[in-house]
């Protein structure tokens, strides 16, 4: 492709990256990994080296994620998830930390960036302070590589002794509000990475390809190229040792049992953990039990038949509505330790024929993937060699362009992305699905009604959560409805000029983080001062947001202060559609 470096690469000059290699490991020599609790008592180097240890003795390892908004009640999650899970004799191997979101800030500017519901820690001791409470392995996953503070949380999680320090797959698709510099991001990246390649044990570079583009490719080979192409830049280039996460969006069962397969064939590390099938979960408790039970399984048998490392992640069922409590997480865990008990009764039973087929299908895709995109790139006159451009030039050209471009199923135009996927992911045709589900539940008057309405939608969400726009932006195009893409992670002054430019009369946000209110006051603010105040804004997701005055951290719904700031909260796409029947 001749032009792909005047699309995205357009600065005069860009960041040395042999120079940003040699301050991240030059720096080793003053950034050490700390003996954490659990370092010292496994007595072992690293994680690396656990993971190994237990995948010889045929153990199922355990994750699981915590991180509520205070230090003081996320230590206490620290040690006593674990203590009562030891007292019920049920093993806790590693803990994801979920930091929030203005942990990505850096700490000089973390206190005046809009905040999530994640875990804030102020200083490096803060970091100490809870992976001391446990000998659990503490896994600082999100909010560290791929942020403008990817250095400074870096060196913090590894004083730490944290020895698993993400979220690669970060880099590629978030977008903190109002952050624009990528280059600098890239270059903090680049920094860390070379940090934890340069200690003397190795530190896992985890990247959870669902929050990376994998959950939006609707192939996945492509998914599984992500992972080539990430261990060429991380491993050969940086010489540091990558390792990958899944789950979120692997509902179907062959596809999730192919996948681990896959991934093992082509990885070099064990892998961090395969996430829970959160996409699984809906409203109702008694079905999410079934989602945690068929994931779980799966999972298991995966890890007895071929193990890759990765632990299983038991996700208590109350995390479609909110951030689960301590309670809810060991209780998952007791859940998860029967049926490991059980599915090692049931592993004869098995056979994973049917899943190394689709396994051998997703590799050679996969491989066929990167090398289509690492052709493409150096005939587009991107430096393939050069980490720094590399990793940007992903980030910028995004998921679709990379898998309508390079991705390796045969061309057809009937297909989304104009492929025919090599192996199809199931979220995107999902959603398809609900699409349809919802049109069809409309009567033929109000489908003709909605599309002589000749409405300019302008769709835009406020975090990485894209289903919820995606799944709009294909009910409007089915029913004939004009949609604005608004984008994703865009910060309420930017879409003013989108919304004057397009001439939407209608903006749709979907928002999951917890910051529900404060946008929708910001973008009123923005709409006010642009002249735009009449300007019906309906608003859908997560409508939840931590109330600072509460003494309790979790956070609380605000779709009563959505509908007195002037928006139209939205429970389902249903709602919207007959809010707007009635509007003359
Ligand atoms: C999929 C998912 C992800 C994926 C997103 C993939 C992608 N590219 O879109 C990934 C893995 C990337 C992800 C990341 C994170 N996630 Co997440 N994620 C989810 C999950 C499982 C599903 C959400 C979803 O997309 N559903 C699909 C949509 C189509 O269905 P729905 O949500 O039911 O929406 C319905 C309506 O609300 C409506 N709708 C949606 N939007 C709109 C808008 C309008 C205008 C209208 C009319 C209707 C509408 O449409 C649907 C049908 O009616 C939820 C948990 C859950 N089960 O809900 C957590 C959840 C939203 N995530 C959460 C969190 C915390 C995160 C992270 C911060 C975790 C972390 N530390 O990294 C990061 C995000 C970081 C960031 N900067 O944004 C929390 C939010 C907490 C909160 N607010 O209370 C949740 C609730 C999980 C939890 N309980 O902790 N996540």
């Given at each position: 492709m001749?032009?792909?470096?005047a699309?995205v690469l357009?600065e005069?000059?860009?960041?040395d990256p042999?120079?940003l290699i040699?301050?991240?490991?030059q720096?080793a020599s003053?950034?050490?990994v700390?003996?954490s609790?659990?370092l010292?008592?496994?007595?072992v ?6 993971k190994?240890?237990?995948?010889q003795?045929g153990?199922?390892?355990r ?9 003081e009640?996320?230590?206490q999650?620290?040690a006593q998830?674990?203590?009562r899970?030891?007292d019920n004799g049920?093993?806790?191997h590693?803990?994801?930390i979920?930091l929030?979101?203005?942990?990505g800030y850096p ?5 005046r960036?809009p905040?999530?519901t994640?875990?804030?820690?102020d200083s490096?001791?803060?970091?100490v302070?809870?992976t001391?409470?446990?000998p ?12 403008p ?9 590894l004083?730490?002794?944290?020895t ?8 590629f698709?978030?977008r ?11 270059a903090q990246t680049?920094?860390?990475i070379?940090?934890c390649?340069?200690?003397?044990v190795p530190?896992?570079?985890h ?10 490719f609707?192939d996945?080979a492509c998914a ?5 192409i ?5 491993n050969?280039?940086l010489?540091?040792?990558?390792s990958?996460?899944?789950?979120h969006?692997y509902s179907e069962?062959v596809a999730?049992l ?6 093992a064939?082509v990885?070099?590390?064990?892998g961090t953990?395969?996430?829970?099938n959160?996409?699984?979960?809906g409203?109702l408790t008694?079905?999410?039990f079934a ?11 995966a890890?007895?038949l071929?193990?890759s ?7 208590p069922v109350?995390?479609a509505?909110r951030?689960p ?5 060991v209780d998952a865990?007791l ?6 008990e059980?599915?090692?009764?049931m592993?004869?039973m098995?056979?994973?024929t ?6 051998e ?9 990167k ?7 150096a ?8 980490p720094?451009?590399?990793l940007?030039a992903?980030r910028r ?12 199923g045969?061309a057809?135009r009937s297909?989304?992305?104009g ?11 999902a959603l398809?699905?609900?699409a349809?589900?919802?049109i069809?539940?409309?009567?033929n ?5 909605l599309s002589t ?14 289903y919820g726009?995606?799944l709009?932006?294909?009910i409007?195009?089915?029913?004939g409805i ?15 000029d989108?919304?004057?430019?397009h001439?939407?009369?209608v903006?749709?946000?979907s928002?999951?983080n ?8 910001s973008?009123k603010e923005?709409?006010?001062e642009?002249g735009l105040?009449r300007?019906?804004?309906y ?12 003494q309790?951290?979790?956070p609380?719904?605000v779709?009563?202060k959505?509908l ?19 509007q003359?």
């Amino acid at each position: 492709m001749t032009n792909l470096r005047a699309l995205v690469l357009t600065e005069r000059e860009l960041p040395d990256p042999a120079a940003l290699i040699q301050q991240g490991r030059q720096d080793a020599s003053l950034v050490k990994v700390g003996r954490s609790r659990f370092l010292k008592h496994h007595s072992v180097s690293s994680e690396f080296e656990y993971k190994h240890n237990q995948m010889q003795l045929g153990c199922i390892m355990r994750h699981a994620q915590i991180g509520y908004r205070s230090l003081e009640r996320s230590c206490q999650a620290y040690a006593q998830i674990y203590e009562r899970l030891q007292d019920n004799g049920c093993p806790l191997h590693r803990y994801g930390i979920c930091l929030d979101w203005s942990m990505g800030y850096p700490e000089a500017e973390r206190l005046r960036k809009p905040r999530g519901t994640g875990l804030i820690l102020d200083s490096g001791e803060c970091f100490v302070q809870l992976t001391e409470q446990a000998p659990v392995a503490p896994h600082f996953g999100d909010f560290v590589l791929g942020m403008p503070s990817a250095y400074e949380n870096t060196c913090a999680a590894l004083t730490a002794g944290s020895t698993s320090i993400g979220n690669l797959g970060q880099y590629f698709s978030f977008r903190l509000p109002h952050w624009h510099d990528d280059v600098f991001i890239t270059a903090q990246t680049i920094k860390a990475i070379s940090l934890c390649a340069a200690q003397p044990v190795p530190i896992l570079i985890h990247s959870n390809l669902d929050d990376g583009f994998a959950a939006l490719f609707t192939d996945l080979a492509c998914a599984l190229g992500a992972v080539l192409i990430e261990q060429y830049i991380v491993n050969e280039l940086l010489q540091g040792s990558v390792s990958h996460c899944y789950g979120h969006t692997y509902s179907e069962p062959v596809a999730r049992l192919a996948f681990q397969r896959a991934l093992a064939q082509v990885s070099v590390t064990p892998g961090t953990m395969v996430y829970g099938n959160t996409t699984l979960y809906g409203r109702l408790t008694s079905s999410n039990f079934a989602g945690l039970s068929s994931y779980l399984l799966v999972d298991t048998l995966a890890q007895m038949l071929l193990p890759s490392g990765h632990a299983i992640n038991p996700v208590p069922v109350s995390e479609a509505y909110r951030i689960p409590t301590v309670d809810e997480i060991v209780d998952a865990h007791l859940f998860a330790d029967k049926l490991v008990e059980r599915a090692r009764k049931m592993r004869e039973m098995f056979s994973a024929t049917q899943a190394d087929a689709a396994a051998e299908k997703i590799v050679d895709g996969a491989r066929r993937f990167k090398k289509s995109v690492m052709d493409g790139f150096a005939s587009g006159g991107i430096d393939v060699n050069n980490p720094l451009e590399l990793l940007l030039a992903i980030r910028r050209l995004g998921p679709r362009f990379l898998e309508e471009e390079f991705g390796p199923g045969e061309a057809d135009r009937s297909h989304l992305r104009g492929r025919k996927a090599v192996f199809q992911a199931a979220t995107i045709s999902a959603l398809e699905q609900q699409a349809d589900d919802c049109i069809n539940g409309l009567t033929n008057d109000q489908r003709q009604k909605l599309s002589t309405l000749k409405l300019r939608i302008c769709i835009v969400t406020t975090d990485v959560h894209e289903y919820g726009k995606l799944l709009i932006e294909n009910i409007f195009s089915k029913l004939g409805i004009s949609a604005i893409d608004g984008g994703v992670c865009t910060d309420p002054e930017d879409l003013i000029d989108l919304i004057q430019s397009h001439k939407a009369d209608v903006i749709a946000v979907s928002t999951y983080n917890g910051v529900a209110l404060d946008y929708l006051r910001s973008l009123k603010e923005n709409l006010r001062e642009s002249g735009l105040q009449r300007m019906p804004i309906y608003i859908g997701g997560k409508l939840n947001q931590v109330a600072e005055s509460e003494q309790d951290d979790l956070p609380v719904d605000v779709s009563a202060k959505l509908l007195e700031a002037g928006a139209v909260p939205c429970n389902s796409t249903e709602d919207m559609l007959l809010h707007l029947l009635q509007q003359d």
